[in-house]
């Protein structure tokens, strides 16, 4: 189907952002067309289905590098026992409990919520990182069939950690990984793992060898609290990032998220094998964890992304804590006002492309059609020259009208086309209590 987006601002992202007024992007099918003046494409593609985008601004489809789909329950939910007084109490009184007590049709609610949310936020590519061991076997076929039906795009993979059962998930994963393989542009597939200090040399050395084998890259939590950093200094001496690089988890399609606690010698592994952080600004500031030095990280040359662990999934709000974060972090208002937007639009994009063997993240001609339009009435001229500006204050507060991906529109008239919202919702308000009360 060819449509015509037809009629707004079209921010093209990219290596060289255009900013193009009363512009028309068009999509044939799961890629764009063309990009031009509106009364020019009107009669180029005259036939093409019509989507008025007067008023709106039209970008990219934003990318989230890393969430926690299952974690949509544990909204409103009183945490069982004393509050946790730090990082591992966290895991322990709540997600390592919530993720335990998740059953089949709580593991698909806690994926459809988060993606109509997505829907909702214009982010149309996820990097999920699932656990749920009572539902383990299938999980991930489950939320592939959740995201196909939402119609974004994701990359999937199981926890897998000592903490339960030694080497749990690593069956699941394996099982995915084969049946995925690449990929189709659509699902893709890595190696999941919770954390370094909750896997053992053995279980990380059999799922490196799948990963490998298959060609995929693995994603895990590096170095979140300093007891992770702590842990690997103890058991195997050596810190964090280490310890995983000897054991062949690094590389440029792995994900070694957060990398809170880790000194400068790491940041040159992570640079030196081009392996990808990921940065959750929200997430590190609610379990206070501590602050990721991601400019620096930068500095080195490492590619840091930036995901929301399972907060949200508005990867604007994400981009503006993160500048302000690391402007406050330094002391400087000088900084971050480049590099948190870099995060989102350049470096996700090509986290992504190493996932999925696609260039997302600019709209162009031939790239995948995935588009976020977002109602927008500048009130200062806007153009290439002071877009980050618009992106920062103004983006961040306006709303997405419109999703589309592949092609597809997902939302339109901030109504959702795909999922039904309000089904979904009072499901789920229905099973939450159940599954509070299995904690
Ligand atoms: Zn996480």
Redesign the pocket.
Known sequence: MTIRFENGIVATLGSENRVLWNSTVVTDGENVAAIGDAGEMAKRYPDAEVVDCAGKIILPGFICT?H?FYSTMARGMAPPGEPASNFVEVLERLWWKLDYALHEEDVLLSAQIPLIECIRNGTTTVID?HASPSYRDGSLDLIESAVREAGLRASLCYEVSDRNVPGAGIAENERFIKKVGKGDGQIAAMMGFHASFTVSDETVEKCVGIANDAGVGCHI?VAEDMADREDSLAKYGVPTVNRLHNLGLSGEQSIF?HCVHIDESEMDILADTNTIVVH?PE?NMNNAVGVTKVLKMLDKGVLVGL?T??MASDMLSQMRVAYLLHRLDNLDPRVAFMEAPQLLLQNNAEIAERQFGLRMGEIAEGRPADLAIMDYHPPTPLSEANFLGHFIFGLTDAAVDTTVCRGEILMKNKEILSLDEERIAARSRELAPEMWKRL
Do not use: A, R
């Open positions: 890393h926690h990182h939590h998220v959750n997430s995901g662990d399972g």
